[in-house]
């Protein structure tokens, strides 16, 4: 896990199935650092963390979110917002359903999805890409196939180091989850979320139809879809100069509201 300690809100950044937290290196940028304390840990079966011994319990979306609001206990985090991309996405919007610590969500390359086959198809392209998602065992093709399609010319050696290490067991068990509507119905939850709420997508993502994302922008309700040209499913990571400039609108919003409120929040963190 990785933190930088600062006095700002806790930033908490969670990385797609079959990568690392090392995806979000471009993210600490100078003006980011000076507004929030960035907090990146590796999911369960990734990176630097050990891999389940209960898969079936640990590797489903609300097992995901349980691990990470135990890390988050034990730094006696209380308040904070997350940016999730791809499968991180979908546990920030888990997250904000279950608990008012958090402020505030980015989400990345994830389209917030009613429950079932209907709702993923709704907002998902389905290709082969796409289903290696859900593929337990990777072949030299397989990797290189799901490193094109997420990261395009972009990613690093550190970045396909993760690739490689995932455990993918996760992979399958997490679709099953996702597609049985483990957790809460993501749709309903962000277009009834009572906090800032950012849908950010490259152009060329090649895994989600852009035109269901369009149909959550509402700025009456601080939600606001944005989309980044020249980039695909790693939008931070392809263009991040327009990504974090997104990221700083994000961090503004939610510092806004949360001065209307000062009175109550007065001591959080």
């Given at each position: 896990?990785?933190?930088?300690?600062?006095?700002?809100?806790?930033?908490?950044?969670?990385?797609?199935?079959?990568?690392?937290?090392?995806?979000?290196?471009?993210?600490?940028?100078p003006?980011?650092?000076?507004?929030?304390?960035?907090?990146?840990?590796?999911?369960?079966?990734?990176?630097?963390?050990?891999?389940?011994?209960?898969?079936?319990?640990?590797?489903?979306?609300?097992?995901?979110?349980?691990?990470?609001?135990?890390?988050?206990?034990?730094?006696?985090?209380?308040?904070?917002?997350?940016?999730?991309?791809?499968?991180?996405?979908?546990?920030?919007?888990?997250?904000?359903?279950?608990s008012?610590?958090?402020?505030?969500?980015?989400?990345?390359?994830?389209?917030?999805?009613?429950?079932?086959?209907?709702?993923?198809?709704?907002?998902?392209?389905?290709?082969?890409?796409?289903?290696?998602?859900?593929?337990?065992?990777?072949?030299?093709?397989?990797?290189?196939?799901?490193?094109?399609?997420?990261?395009?010319?972009?990613?690093?050696?550190?970045?396909?180091?993760?690739?490689?290490?995932?455990?993918?067991r996760?992979?399958?068990?997490?679709?099953?989850?996702?597609?049985?509507?483990?957790?809460?119905?993501?749709?309903?939850?962000?277009?009834?979320?009572?906090?800032?709420?950012?849908?950010?997508?490259?152009a060329?993502?090649?895994?989600?139809?852009?035109?269901?994302?369009?149909?959550?922008?509402?700025?009456?309700?601080?939600?606001?879809?944005?989309?980044?040209?020249?980039?695909g499913?790693?939008?931070?990571?392809?263009?991040?100069?327009?990504?974090?400039?997104?990221?700083?609108?994000?961090?503004?919003?939610?510092?806004?509201?949360?001065?209307?409120?000062?009175?109550?929040?007065?001591?959080?963190?």
């Amino acid at each position: 896990m990785s933190d930088t300690e600062g006095k700002g809100l806790p930033l908490l950044l969670l990385h797609g199935s079959s990568t690392s937290r090392h995806v979000f290196a471009r993210q600490y940028h100078p003006s980011l650092l000076e507004k929030a304390r960035i907090l990146a840990l590796d999911l369960p079966g990734h990176g630097e963390s050990d891999d389940a011994r209960d898969t079936d319990r640990v590797y489903t979306l609300t097992g995901l979110v349980d691990a990470v609001e135990e890390v988050l206990a034990n730094l006696g985090i209380r308040r904070l917002v997350v940016l999730g991309w791809s499968l991180g996405g979908h546990l920030a919007i888990e997250m904000m359903a279950r608990s008012h610590s958090v402020e505030g969500i980015l989400i990345a390359g994830t389209p917030p999805v009613a429950p079932g086959l209907i709702g993923m198809l709704r907002g998902f392209h389905p290709s082969f890409d796409l289903m290696l998602a859900s593929k337990p065992h990777w072949s030299e093709r397989d990797v290189d196939r799901f490193e094109g399609a997420c990261f395009g010319h972009a990613a690093t050696p550190d970045i396909r180091k993760g690739i490689v290490r995932a455990d993918g067991r996760l992979r399958a068990v997490v679709s099953r989850s996702l597609m049985h509507g483990d957790g809460h119905n993501q749709r309903r939850v962000v277009l009834e979320a009572g906090v800032p709420v950012f849908l950010v997508n490259g152009a060329d993502d090649p895994f989600i139809r852009q035109s269901y994302m369009a149909g959550f922008e509402d700025h009456a309700r601080d939600r606001h879809v944005e989309v980044i040209e020249g980039a695909g499913h790693a939008s931070f990571l392809e263009r991040p100069e327009p990504f974090n400039a997104i990221l700083e609108r994000f961090l503004d919003a939610v510092a806004a509201r949360r001065a209307m409120r000062a009175p109550r929040v007065a001591s959080s963190f």
